[in-house]
């Protein structure tokens, strides 16, 4: 028998006997096969670890599958042995996840399962697990019967998001006028509040202007029909937290903006009025804020306190230590060891300042809040360099207030400054209505809201005037920058009319390229800032002259401004907008060919009961609906604009650019040899004591002497 084939063959069978060869198969090797046997062994492996017989019944298998077409044996890999300790760490972190509805976590649950079942050991407990569950779960909100006086209750995670949500229900007082104040509260602790101060009394001439929709509720049915809506879960808590915004003594009245996406958190956003008292106040510390700021640089710099030289200092003493101790005036004469901390120049930049509370851009106020188990956060108002800087950069919101917006060119702001210019932006651009459902005011509107009371005798010649205007024709405000008023003599239309965007104006003010609702002229403000630094620089030299030449200073003065004023007003030409009942079909863009998208909720359903949405494409996100009497626009996006390709950032500039030179500006030079340094310094040596020589016969000699003596040098 061949020794390829036989050797170290193994043959196993169902039965307990073994077979082997015989020892008269292996012929005798030379002595030099034996020691060439070794080498043959370490490169071809063993037959026996490879093939193997098993004989059932009268089959015979004999499996190779381990070997390759040139008889080679696969190298199998070993896989590693895996880390119990950090396969069981990661199973126990995923089962120690909280939820965000109830608190709780799957392992803490199982805990607690699991030792009730051992302390108890019901029978067939898998036969009624599900319900085991439930009650191990309920009676974590339950005290025990026998609880000892002296025991300390744990309080569970559950019943802290329990108590969160319950807080965040609660109104200060209810409906019928109950006060809710009065009883205890979850730990037995007397919260009693003040219905007067929390209580909010609008005046009757108030109630004419409260024109939001607050039932969120209400409006959550019509977004589900639409196809877009909030969650259920959080709708409630919704309608909760603005009813406690409502109750602020501040809040005139509020509606539900929308809510915008954030990479950690997103925000609410609500929509509120102010009242008058309120806006009054703010509108006094605003405008004493724009006039400090509006003021030129010189007269600021004379309102602040002088400060400390920029010599004195720990590290910069004026000569000796202990410098504290001597008063301002003797430092200012001091001359100090080293020089003075160079400082920066100041430039004069004034930005455009912004609209005043309840006008423009900052009419209404807006809150936010990331949890509607939180407090309200009311943003900040806008500024034209926000809105015009916004426009140029893309950024997605992160949820913190507070981050920094890092872009280029850079926002003069955080991320709550940057929040308000979008809701600023999209309310301008996506609130809608159909035509007619809105109105302007009337003058006398307007004296009413702003709380200007009238004589009598003024009310009856407004009565008069009245009567002799035609009906249905009034005193309306053709200014842009209004507040709207519902239309009570709006009359529904089909929704057949309706579906198109020529039936559909804006409601809200448009934004100019100045980033202002109203255009503000920078080069007659530039003027009468130079007209008051020169009239306060003359004050200063004025003040020993008499009041005669005064007055014919201020004379002269008035006749020049009037020449000026004439002269700018006919150079500066003021940016013009769409008007604030523009038809939507004049919306144009490069990027998006139609900006609108109409549709109706149902081709199927009867007509009486279809709703018409119109939807954003310049801003994705924005949408309107109408049914019957009732028009609503909302947000639900991320705050971005729509482009075909991407914005058009706006690139850093060429680092050449940035310092403009010529050829000339640069020389080549080569550097001075030794002989050349030497004759320098003797020179500048010489020139030294030259003048420490003049210094000192300056007092013994004459001047003509002097001369004399050193012509010749």
Known sequence: MDKDSC??????????????????????????????????????????????????????????????????????????????????NVAKSIMQQYS????????????????????????????????????????????PERFPPNGVFEEVRTFRVAKMILQSMKLPYSIEGDDLGEAEDLYGEDTKTNDEELRIVLDDSMRLFVSFNERVQQLQFYWNQCGFSICNDDIFQLASAMNRLQTH????????????NGLKASYYIVEASLTREEM???????????????LPLKMRKDKEEKKLP????????????????????????????????PLVEEIEFYDIPPELIGLGCNRYSYFVVNSLFD??????????????????????????????????????????????????????????????????????????????????????????????????????????????????????????SLATPVAWVHVRSNILNQGRVVWYDEEKAQKEREKALALYLKMLQLEEMGEEEEEEAEEEEDEE???????????????????????????MNREVPVPWLVRLTSKYTNQKERMLVMQSNIWP????????????????????????????????????????????DFIEASDPTVEEEAAYRAWLLRKQQKAAYIAEDMEDYEDDEFNDQYDDD
Request: glycine share 6%; aromatic share 8%; with cysteine.
């Open 100 to 143: 965000t509805l109830s608190g709780d976590n799957l392992f803490d649950h199982l805990s607690d399962i699991i030792k009730r079942v051992i302390d108890e050991r019901p029978p067939n407990v898998i036969d009624f697990f599900e319900e085991f569950s439930r009650n191990v779960r309920e009676q974590k909100f339950h005290l």
């Open 7 to 88: 050797q170290n063959f193994s043959l196993n069978s169902t039965s307990s006997s073994q077979f082997a060869l015989p020892p008269a198969c292996i012929p005798k090797c030379k002595k030099e096969d034996t020691d060439e046997k070794p080498v043959e062994e370490s490169t071809s492996p063993h037959c026996s670890n490879i093939i193997t017989s098993t004989s059932s019944s009268s089959t015979t298998t004999i499996s190779i599958g381990a070997f390759d077409s040139q008889c080679n044996v696969h190298k199998s890999t070993v896989p590693e042995a895996p880390n119990v300790g950090y396969e069981l």
């Open 310 to 341: 920029p010599h004195i200092g720990p590290e910069l003493t004026p000569g000796i230590y202990g410098w504290e101790d001597f008063p301002a005036e003797e430092l200012e004469k001091m001359k100090p060891k080293a020089l003075d901390v």
């Open 375 to 496: 407090d309200w956060i009311e943003l900040p108002i806008v500024t034209p360099r926000q809105i015009v800087v916004s426009r140029e950069i893309k950024k997605f919101l992160t949820g913190d207030l507070e981050a920094d917006v890092t872009s280029y060119p850079c926002f003069p702001g955080k991320e709550k400054h940057y929040l308000r210019a979008m809701i600023g932006r999209i309310t301008a651009g996506t609130y809608i209505a159909p035509m007619g459902y809105y109105r302007r005011m009337t003058k006398k509107e307007q004296r009413m809201y702003d709380g200007d009371d009238m004589d009598e005798g003024e009310e009856e010649e407004e009565e008069e005037e009245e009567e002799d205007i035609n009906e249905g024709e009034e005193d309306i405000i053709e200014d842009n920058d209004v507040m709207l008023l519902k239309n009570e003599k709006y009359e529904v239309e089909p929704l057949g």
């Open 249 to 260: 003594s501040s809040i005139m009245q509020c509606r539900f903006w929308g809510c915008i």
């Open 621 to 664: 996100g924005a949408h309107t609906f109408i049914f019957e009497n009732t028009c609503e626009s909302i947000y639900l996006g991320w705050g971005h604009k729509q482009y075909a390709r991407n914005i058009p950032f706006k690139h850093l500039p060429m680092v050449q650019d940035e310092y403009p030179h010529d050829e000339e």
């Open 280 to 294: 009054a106040t703010r509108l006094v510390m605003m405008q004493e804020e724009m006039k400090e700021k509006q």
């Open 561 to 587: 401004e009037g020449e000026e004023e004439g002269m700018i007003e006919g150079f500066n030409q003021p940016e013009v907008g769409p008007s604030i009942l523009s038809s939507c079909a004049n919306d």
